[in-house]
Structure formats: structure tokens, C-alpha cells
């Protein structure tokens, strides 16, 4: 199976700040079939960016998403204080679907 | 916007079967990929597998041999059965619809808990 590993795992930043996250597959994803979601506690994942860099309907442009083959990143051009949550990638290319392990933002 | 529910018991004791529920609003659900995915407490997202109602379905090969999909067209819903659950099963269990393979709409999640 395609193993996903999100870095770092905890980040702790203020609102206003920039902020990237990253995931990396052990195998290519074929079409870059990647997405990434956001979870607050309680709450189900929401789906931020899909197929790599498409945001999903709904999604402020502040969301970017980038990369290809086995490397692909979660930009945050400006931390609003709801962006506060869990991370996570998932690839959609290749059964079984996995996901990373989620990268948690904190306010600092 | 599809709106999705699920249902079910909430807790089970070592052994018995899970059998959730997953009903969907705001369109059929013909169109769709019928999604299972749960979380453990405090853990990351584990994909259980999918369905849709021509019967095609692909399931986690970690729970294959555990797992059944199946698809009511008539009431709109969809359904997950997980035999001879254990405490590792413990989790809350999403349903999610998506045009393709991607988990796209996700119900609120309910949780399992399996206990003696």
C-alpha cells in the first residue's frame, strides 16, 4: 500500500502567519490523485484541496495545494484563527486508500 | 449539497456484528461512490472500502474478510457490516459520498465503541 507520511507533526504558529505542510508518498500518485482535508475536534474531515491543487467548492484562496509524483504541499498563505485544526493527506489513486497521519496547527 | 447520517447501536460487546446505516439526502445515490471511513479516538483516518449500487465495491485488505457493503437504492441509504468486532474496532465511523474515488461529502461520524 502507498504509505503517506505528513511532517512536521505539530506546528504552533500565530494568525497572520504563512505556513506550509507537507506530505510525501512511498509510491507515485498516479494522477496526482492527492487530496488534503482539515478536522477540528468532534467534527468530520472537510475537504480542502483535491487531485493535488484543486480547491473544493467553498474553500478560501488562502488554501493552496501543489506537488506531483510522490511530494505535494499544503499552503496557508494566512492563518485565520478557525485554521486552527488536523491535517490530513489522502491519496485516491490506489486501493487500498491511505492517509497520512495528520499534521496538528496550534495557536502559538 | 449532499447530507449524509449514519446510524447505529453505539456500543457492542468482543464478537458481535456492527451493522451501520448511512442515510443520504440531496441527491440519489446512484451517482456516487459510497465511502466507509472510521477513526480511531485520538488517531488518524483508516479507509474501510466502498461500494456503489451497480454492486462494484473494493474494501481495506486489512478487513476484508470482515466487512460487507451493501446498497438500498429505494430508501436512499447505504450500509456497512463488520463481523466479530473486537476492542480495536472502537471508533467513530464516517460515511462520505464522492464523484470519484476522493471522500468529498462526510457524515458527522458516529461512534463504536466495543466492549465487554
Known amino acids: 500500500e502507498n504509505v503517506l507520511t505528513q511532517s512536521p507533526g505539530t506546528l504552533s504558529l500565530s494568525p497572520g502567519e504563512r505556513v506550509t505542510l507537507s506530505c510525501r508518498a512511498s509510491?507515485?500518485?498516479?494522477?496526482?490523485?492527492l487530496a488534503w482535508y482539515q478536522q477540528h475536534p468532534g467534527q468530520a474531515p472537510r475537504l480542502l484541496v483535491d487531485?493535488?491543487?484543486t480547491r473544493a467548492t467553498g474553500i478560501p484562496d488562502r488554501f493552496s495545494g501543489s506537488g506531483s509524483g510522490t511530494d505535494f504541499t499544503l499552503t496557508i498563505s494566512r492563518l485565520e484563527p478557525e485554521d486552527f485544526a488536523v491535517y490530513y493527506c489522502g491519496q485516491f489513486a490506489t486501493a487500498p486508500i491511505t492517509f497520512g497521519q495528520g499534521t496538528r496547527l496550534e495557536i502559538k | 449539497q449532499v447530507q449524509l447520517h449514519e446510524s447505529g447501536p453505539g456500543l457492542l460487546k468482543p464478537s458481535e456484528t456492527l451493522s451501520l446505516i448511512c442515510s443520504v439526502s440531496g441527491d440519489s445515490i446512484t451517482s456516487y461512490y459510497l465511502i466507509w471511513i472510521r477513526q480511531p479516538p485520538g488517531r488518524g483516518l483508516e479507509w474501510i472500502g466502498f461500494v456503489q449500487s451497480s454492486g462494484n465495491s473494493n474494501y481495506n485488505p486489512s478487513l476484508k474478510s470482515r466487512v460487507t457493503m451493501s446498497v438500498d437504492t429505494s430508501k436512499n441509504q447505504f450500509s456497512l457490516r463488520l463481523t466479530s468486532v473486537t476492542a480495536a474496532d472502537t471508533a467513530v465511523y464516517f460515511c462520505?459520498?464522492?464523484?470519484?474515488?476522493?471522500?468529498?461529502?462526510w457524515g458527522q461520524g458516529t461512534l463504536l465503541t466495543v466492549s465487554s
Open positions: 509510491q507515485s500518485v498516479a494522477k496526482n490523485y
Open positions: 462520505a459520498t464522492g464523484t470519484g474515488w476522493t471522500a468529498e461529502s
Open positions: 487531485d493535488a491543487y
